[in-house]
């Protein structure tokens, strides 16, 4: 059945940079729109950037654009999440999610899959 599968989580620096990826099988990421989530201790699961699978054009919250770059690779299978300039606010479990919608899933309402997450910790 379908799986999605995180990995490039860990401990880094503030200032540091990390690529997270998540592998998908069952599905492919070109016919199931996907988002980054993550959730941080005490906090509520937030969207962090996302694609639809129409077209492929990231989309990023706020407080990531400019430091954070989704892509997804030729296959459409793996998708990554490139994070640059990280800060301690940044840490949290990262959460790979897909959606059968035409949209991007900027909440976790639409989202039928889920990774099991990667815990990416900014600390000194």
């Known amino acids: 059945q379908v799986q999605l599968v995180e990995t490039g989580g860990g401990l880094v620096q503030p200032g540091g940079s990390l690529t997270l990826s998540c592998e998908a099988s069952g599905l492919t990421f070109g016919g199931a729109s996907m988002s980054w989530f993550r959730q941080a201790p005490g906090k509520e699961r937030e969207f962090v950037s996302g694609m639809s699978y129409l077209d492929g054009v990231p989309a990023y919250r706020d407080s990531v654009k400019g430091r954070f770059t989704l892509s997804r690779a030729s296959n459409k299978t793996t998708v990554y999440l490139q994070m640059n300039s990280l800060k301690p606010e940044d840490t949290a479990v990262y959460y790979c999610?897909?959606?059968?919608?035409?949209?991007?899933?900027?909440?976790?309402?639409?989202?039928?899959?889920w990774g099991k997450g990667t815990l990416v910790a900014v600390s000194s």
């Open positions: 999610a897909a959606a059968q919608i035409y949209g991007i899933p900027t909440r976790v309402d639409p989202v039928r899959f």
